[in-house]
């Protein structure tokens, strides 16, 4: 009998303490509801030397099947005080930063709208707060699995919204920016401002942006797009000797990719003081050390903007497959180099790219691990990927199926396996050994070229032995740009398959030959 009375008392407490409401939820449901996120409203409100903020996020998403709970992600760092399913409130619990919503009577619904007030603190991976010459600032910084640090959503690139709307009300005299289209800016009864911001095309978590600070801005025209700069006051003068090449960038990223994937609304960049730099959607943060005057970090600026293409447009599906934004950012550089100065400048910017030694490969074993995913073989050795590709397919076609890649795939998401897919129909021959022996490998061939030759009537018959060195098994198909140099100071260039550890070829030319290079361009990683 006592022991029966301690447990009813255990139970009248927990029921006092934590309400019935919050006790019921707490009961693990079984099954989670699929759904897709069709919008976005996040509504948040910012106060200088606050170390919080409040939020209110509405999110419509599609019911795809049935089950007990919806998970979104949300850091358990944050107070959430209602969720409301269609207008009724709903119970809930946060872990692990998992916000799940107990909805079992959803039933056979096609749709739901989820209504979320909370308060989260900033941080230096979601929202961050920083106080710099007497002036607040406000910026996130986008990071994989950042997003949920700061509003509730489903932190994952594969699930992307229809479209958005960003609502921020800012301390007085400062500017809120974000992706997308401004609306229109409201001047509240205590001197705040709130900022109405609108994305229309699809767009994920992880991309979308909040930066607000004591901002003066400047515009520059893409045919008749803004790109609308956000600066802090005392690096005006400099953005716009540093940004000036922009518009001519943009030019060049259309040229080999197609149009600027989001056309009707903007490009931009808002400066923050986080020393680094981030592909927002239409609106990439740079960090105020790369805003110099000098064009030092023109690099950086096209890099960023055709993330716009690929990491914001092309979305990865999995950020296994996160080359396919990093690469193609990188890479996109050197094609810049090449528009417009010369191939020259295209080929000493793909040889600063070679490293070494790059770590693990370029397709991403952990993704867990964002040190992994964002390091020299995601960036560099993904651009050489795409150089080397380049290559084997011909400039001809390799431009070509980068375009139909674009064009099938903007505003969805895309994994390897697309683009392969789309380079083997253009190309007219399977690609897979390509990818294979450079995407999942940490190899790179080791040439040695010995030559022997004979004179046939007026020729020369130049019979080459190259072989593979690297030790570790691996041996690669490539095609080897060999250049016979001659004796009058003249030379012959040549393509051979190379398949084996150890092949020969002959190659017929009309001099005797002083030398022989193997890939003298360096179209090869070795």
Known sequence: MAGSQTCLSLITAAICLFGAENLSSARSPEREIRTRICYYKIELKVKANESSFRGKVNIHA?????GDFIELDLTSKAMVDSVLIDGRAV????????????????????SVDIKIGYTAGYGNDGLRMDAENNTIHISSYGLPFTARLWWPCKDKPSDK????DIIITAPKGLIAVSNGKLNRVTINRDS????????RYPIYPDVISLAVGNYISFTRYYKNMPMVFYVFPEDKEKAEKDFRVLPEIIKSHVKYFGEYPFINEKYGVAEFVTESYREHQTIPSLGKKYITGEGKYERILAHE????????SLSVKSWSDVWLNEGFATYAFALWKENSEGK???FKTINSFNKKEFPGTVYVKDTTNTDSMFNAATFLKGALVLHMLRHVMSDQLFFSAIKKYVQKYTGKNVSTADFIKVCETNYGHSLGW???EWLHTSSRPQFDLRYTYTKTGNAYLVKLHLKQLQNNGTIFKMPVD???NLKDGSSSKTVVWDNNADQYFLIEVNQSPVSVTPDPDNWILK
């Open 482 to 484: 060999v250049q016979v």
């Open 161 to 164: 919204a229809d479209s958005a």
């Open 62 to 66: 599609k019911i795809l099947g049935h």
């Open 434 to 436: 390509f990818f294979n």
């Open 91 to 110: 119970n809930y619990t946060l872990a692990y930063d998992k916000l799940r919503i107990i909805a079992p009577e959803l039933g056979l619904a096609k």
């Open 192 to 199: 705040t401002s709130t900022f109405y911001w609108s994305v």
């Open 305 to 312: 903007l055709a993330h716009q293409w690929f990491g914001n």
């Open 344 to 346: 020259e400048a295209y």
